[in-house]
């Protein structure tokens, strides 16, 4: 069997970047941000995304990177500090670091000038859009029933004015002759999505006599909007703008640029249906929530709220019909038979998506009659208290299940146990999946070995291959290879290995690949570009990724495609990708551990409160490394599906 080639440590030299971190004093830096107070060796300071009152940020000079020892855990170097702090992709972190450094880029293929300058136009044409629209809901005469819909809902101006909501006109032309006199072409308004052409090539205004909500990315810039009709018998009731090379709503959550800090505060994110949901969370002082747009909650949506908080509440419209629905659309329940509900739950529902993002996603269940909008005007404190009452997804699934059963039928019971055996095989915590055996056989009034029968049944039905007697070349461990650059090569390769080696990686009790798992912020960039993107699927994932990557990253990526893995077998690739992850965790927090226990010496000789929090730190540290190294230990026991 063909070897997988290691990178040699270090292999990948990327000078700008190596020269912005060498000009840069890390220490300087996020001084220039927060206080900074010596402490040691090193500094300290109360941690900038998430809320505390005893300082558990740390930055550590010798080594230049940062971490936090409280409650979100997060680490880096300069550039992940800035990223999260001013919400940054790579490259806006790349270039206002470079500037601050006095470091000069590689200048832009012309493809991604190309791209880059029809970017920047369209978010101009959209946020120009997006200010003519305010003005005339705040300002027009024909307005006046927007203005008066708006009072009715109970949004204030300032609300209005952070949403920058707005009116279109009633015309067919109205918007296209203001832009066009802005100079802005009708070729532009087409692909910016705010004119539809007529099959004779004509164009007309795709939004008219509508209240008009913006819709932001994550940084704040306009991408498209949600337009409500103002007619009460008037259909549809909401359009959106059409997926256009900026807006994409399967990508998208309504709010995100506002909701982001507030979710790292709070440390979980609420998700609801609508725009007005959102705008009136807001107005009320609940700035964590954001809205799914369209019916289906997507994984591609799941993963951007990733980056703030693994945390997840949905709340869910209370009838039964939209219970169903909602359920459907993020694939727990993939089919609705024509009277009964009988929902097929399979790897890719929630409880999956919890397994592939490490996520922990619980339900809000909202009173009879209510939506998130109606219920918080009426009653701040009754919201806030069903967020602490949300439950974890499973226990809301058995429940919606187990009340339609009938506990005298014996058969219904019984198909019940064997619809609940995938749903159970799915949560990857064994101690949480024998809870909800328990459960189960609780509410059903039958004994808990028989459903325990049911799962050993299914398990042995699933195909299982015999380990290999010796270890391949594939297997070595590689030293001081890089191992990072070697995993980040197998998946840009094979995208489909992710989520099978995520799989793994929860069935062992340990967390899922992560951008953090990369020290290199070469790498770390790729991989958080390349994940945003691999949702889509495209065949040219790879010259997509090479577009998005600045024209520094260029040398890293052709490095990490170099290695020739076409020969070689999934399973050999999906057990090579483990392994490679689970080394590199263990060198991480062996040497984590290393500066974990400098700190705690160092507290502990200087009476320092903080040798308590460094104690807890440690406890934790220690657990994740013993599970790290347990899953190197038993690597059989998870090989052998690819021996």
């Known amino acids: 069997m063909q070897p997988v080639r290691y990178f040699a440590s270090g292999a990948i030299p990327v000078s700008a970047i190596d020269e912005i971190k060498n000009r840069l004093d890390i220490v300087e830096l996020i001084s220039s941000y927060l206080p900074l107070q010596k402490a040691g060796r090193n500094y300290k300071a109360l941690c900038p995304f998430h809320s505390e009152k005893t300082p558990s940020f740390v930055v550590f000079p010798d080594s230049q990177r940062w971490h936090c020892f409280g409650a979100c855990g997060e680490g880096g170097d300069i550039f992940t ?23 000069e880029l590689h200048p832009r293929t012309p493809a991604q000038a190309r791209i880059q300058e029809e970017t920047e136009r369209l978010r101009a044409l959209l946020d120009t859009a997006a200010r003519y629209y305010h003005r005339l809901l705040l300002h027009a005469p024909e307005a006046r029933e927007a203005r008066a819909y708006v009072a009715r809902r109970g949004l204030s101006s300032e609300t209005v004015e952070r949403f920058m909501l707005g009116y279109s006109l009633a015309g067919w032309d109205n918007v296209r002759n203001y832009l066009t006199e802005q100079g802005y072409s009708v070729e532009e308004l087409l692909k910016a999505g705010l004119l539809v052409q007529r099959e004779d090539g004509g164009t007309y205004d795709r939004f008219r006599e509508r209240l008009m909500i913006p819709i932001r990315d994550r940084q704040g810039h306009v991408i498209g909007f949600g337009a409500r009709t103002l007619d009460p018998h008037g259909t549809p009731k909401y359009i959106n703008s059409p997926q256009t090379p900026l807006f994409d709503k399967s990508q998208v959550l309504f709010g995100l640029d506002l909701a982001g800090p ?5 440390e979980y994110a609420v998700i609801v249906e609508g725009y007005m949901d959102v705008m009136q969370a807001h107005q009320a002082g609940f700035a964590n929530v954001v809205a799914q747009m369209g019916t289906a909650l997507t994984e591609a949506q799941l993963r951007q709220l990733q980056r703030y908080t693994r945390r997840l509440v949905l709340a869910l419209d209370p009838d039964a019909a939209g219970v169903r629905a909602t359920l459907r659309g993020i694939e727990v329940a993939r089919e609705v038979m024509a009277q009964a509900w009988e929902p097929v739950f399979d790897p890719r529902g929630l409880v999956g998506y919890e397994s592939r993002l490490g996520a922990e996603i619980r339900i809000l269940c909202l009173p009879s009659g209510k939506d998130p909008d109606a219920l918080i005007r009426e009653s701040p404190q009754q919201w806030a208290e069903l967020l602490k009452e949300a439950i974890p997804v499973v226990d809301f699934y058995l429940q919606v299940l187990l009340e339609e059963v009938d506990p005298g039928d014996t058969k219904a019971k019984a198909r019940l146990v064997d619809t ?6 799915a949560v990857a915590n064994p101690v949480e999946r024998e809870d909800y055996v328990q459960k189960v056989a609780r509410a059903l009034r039958i004994d808990v070995r028989a459903v325990h029968a049911r799962l050993a049944e299914a398990s042995r039905k699933t195909p299982q291959k015999q380990p290999e007697a010796t270890r391949t070349a594939v297997e070595q461990e590689p030293g001081e290879a890089d191992l990072e650059g070697h995993l980040l090569s197998l998946l840009l390769q094979r995208p489909g290995l992710l989520p099978q080696v995520n799989e793994i990686l929860v069935e062992q009790q340990v967390d899922i690949v992560k951008e953090s798992d990369f020290q290199n912020v070469g790498y770390r960039a790729i991989f958080g570009a390349w994940e945003e993107l691999v949702s889509t699927a495209s065949s040219e994932l790879l010259e997509t990724l090479r577009i998005h990557l600045p024209a520094d990253l260029h040398t890293h990526l052709a490095e990490l495609l170099q290695p020739d893995i076409s020969a070689l077998a999934e399973e050999q690739l999906v057990r090579d990708a483990v392994l490679t992850l689970l080394r590199l965790r263990k060198r991480n927090l062996e040497r984590w551990g290393q500066e974990l226990q400098a700190l705690r010496m160092e507290a502990q000789q200087a009476g320092d409160v903080r040798a308590k929090q460094y104690d807890r730190a440690q406890l934790a540290h220690t657990e994740a490394l013993r599970r790290t190294q347990r899953a190197l230990a038993q690597r059989w026991n998870w090989t052998a599906r690819y021996g």
């Open 420 to 425: 609940l055996v995938p749903i159970l095989r």
């Open 262 to 266: 507030a979710i790292r505060r709070e």
């Open 81 to 103: 500090f800035v990223m999260k702090r001013e919400g940054w992709d790579f490259r806006t972190a790349l270039e206002e670091l470079a500037r601050r450094a006095g470091v």
